[in-house]
């Protein structure tokens, strides 16, 4: 098991105080606090290294170019992908959709066509398909939840035919922290011909991760919400899918070459390779340094130890929080069937009260839809306060937390 | 010239169906736009000094010792900044 005291020492924030209480972090599924490791390879990077990528003949941007490099290998090694080729450096979870979007869908989704995705995605994998079908005219098809936030796998399956070209999942729910079984979904859509793209926001920084062993064809996940700094995220795509498609934007580093006809008045442009045909302009060199070093902390945790890590801690929150009669809490019983997000509401309050209150005694937890409308629709919430740990929290930590919720009763 | 902008850091509008709206007040002057606050909205309730249950004009909301304020169903921006400016100018 992990020593969670132990791993705190590395995360500075930690010693803070709010409202002259300890800093009781609960919101790491918004984003997840950053190890001293990582604030020092920033540092050192734009101390020491910090140039611009690629194509240059001196050392600091060999220096950078190699380092950056590197980020894209130590990233695909933590998720088993084939190597750099697969493993493109975006923005974030949402760029990474985006992308899927704009450089698979937008080329090869027409009238007629299906998309599936589930009613328990964040909106970033919903929204794009909803844009992009206004454009293309495909049809939507969302698959209902069970009464426990978990998805209804036979009613999943029956959404996806031969109409169906790519089906839409989270692998963990930001709302509610269900885990699906995105292997037997992308082996459903690989069954019909269709595509798999995952949503590994709250996934990738919670759970060991093999692409290959899941089968999915996309993965997208953020860096921010694994110890790494914001502004940074990573889209894999199956090589084979990545070499067909189209560039997402264009601009410097995607290219080859552009050379100007003078007969037809036009350029002719040659594609980079892979990753950098979907990485137009200046990339973000440090963010990618920053995820390197997240990426090799949670390496050296262990993610089997991660997981086994939350859950033990999940497990304990539930069973406290349980102990309060006016607290509706949302998501399955089963521990085993869920990370460590925890939503609930205080009977009376709304969620916001309820943020605020915790507030007040330094515990920082998230208030709203979590960008998760319809599934609050289905839920017939109005809003819920969630509270999602990682590595760092604590036993005392939630008995704490515990502490309060009673006094708001 | 004193305005609401010296007293407020951020207002936010919550995500929700609640169309709720925060008001932070800044650091260096929340105890003074709390006592404001205090002098003329009207105290429901008060738990340790630390959250009080306050009704202005018929608009309910809860003021918390950390400097934030949470208002319930306003009309608009317009009425939030006219009960900012009552309360505190």
């Known amino acids: 098991m992990l020593n969670p005291y132990r791993i705190?020492?590395?995360?500075?924030?930690?010693?803070?105080?709010?409202?002259n209480y300890p800093l009781i972090y609960f919101d790491n599924a918004a984003t997840s606090q950053k190890p001293k490791q990582v604030i020092e390879a920033i540092k050192n990077f734009y101390e020491n290294h910090n140039a611009n990528v690629h194509r240059a003949v001196h050392t600091l941007s060999q220096?950078?170019?190699e380092l950056y490099e590197k980020a894209h290998e130590e990233v695909a090694k933590f998720i088993n992908a084939n190597g750099i080729e697969e493993t493109i450096f975006v923005r974030g979870?949402?760029?990474?959709?985006?992308?899927?979007?704009?450089?698979w869908g937008l080329y090869n989704l027409k009238k007629g066509d299906e998309v599936v995705v589930s009613l328990m995605e964040h909106h970033s994998n919903i929204v794009p398909w909803e844009i992009l079908s206004k454009i293309n005219g495909f049809n939507i098809k969302y698959t209902e939840i069970n009464e426990d936030g978990t998805l209804n796998y036979e009613a999943f399956e029956g959404l996806i035919s031969k109409r169906t070209k790519i089906v839409c999942v989270s692998h963990v729910s930001n709302f509610s922290g269900v885990i699906n079984d995105v292997k037997r979904i992308a082996k459903a859509a690989h069954e019909h011909g269709a595509l798999a793209l995952v949503d590994g926001a709250q996934s990738v920084p919670h759970l060991p991760i093999n692409v290959k062993d899941l089968g999915v064809d996309f993965l997208a996940f953020s860096g921010h919400k694994m110890l790494g700094p914001t502004g940074i995220g990573v889209l894999y795509g199956k090589q084979e899918i990545l070499k067909e498609m189209e560039p997402f934007q264009g601009g410097g580093e995607m290219i080859r070459e552009v050379i100007f006809n003078e007969k037809t008045r036009h350029c002719s442009i040659t594609w980079n390779d892979l990753p950098w045909k979907f990485e137009a302009g200046t990339p973000n060199v440090c963010g990618g340094v920053g995820l390197m070093e997240a990426v090799k902390y949670l390496r050296r945790?262990?993610?089997?130890?991660?997981?086994?890590?939350?859950?033990s801690l999940t497990e304990y929150a539930l069973q406290r929080m349980r102990e309060r009669e006016n607290l509706a809490i949302y998501g399955p019983d089963d521990?085993?069937?869920?990370?460590?997000i925890i939503p609930f509401n205080v009977e009376g309050l709304s969620s916001h009260d309820v943020a605020l209150f915790l507030d007040n005694y330094g515990i920082m937890v998230r208030s709203g839809f979590h960008c998760a409308q319809p599934l609050h629709e289905i839920f017939k919430l109005k809003s819920s306060a969630r509270a999602s740990f990682y590595i760092y929290n604590t036993r005392e930590e939630i008995d704490r937390f515990i502490e309060v919720l009673k006094e708001i009763e | 010239m004193v305005a609401v902008e010296d007293y407020v850091a951020r207002i936010e509008g919550t995500c929700g169906e609640e169309k709720d709206v925060i008001v932070i007040f800044k650091y260096d002057k929340k105890d003074?736009?709390?006592?404001?606050i205090l002098k003329k909205a009207e105290v429901?309730?008060?738990?340790?000094?630390?959250?009080?249950?306050?009704?202005?004009n018929n608009v309910s909301f809860r003021l918390y010792g950390t400097g934030k304020a949470i208002f319930r169903s306003l009309k608009d921006k317009n009425e939030l900044q006219k009960i900012l400016g009552d309360l505190l100018l």
């Open chain 1, 335 to 340: 521990v085993s069937l869920k990370c460590g």
């Open chain 2, 32 to 36: 003074e736009a709390i006592a404001k």
């Open chain 1, 93 to 103: 979870t949402t760029e990474a959709i985006n992308l899927v979007a704009y450089a």
């Open chain 1, 8 to 19: 705190r020492e590395d995360f500075p924030i930690l010693k803070r105080k709010i409202n």
């Open chain 1, 63 to 65: 220096e950078a170019s």
């Open chain 1, 301 to 311: 945790m262990g993610m089997e130890d991660v997981k086994a890590q939350e859950c």
């Open chain 2, 44 to 56: 429901k309730k008060s738990i340790s000094s630390i959250i009080f249950e306050l009704a202005y």
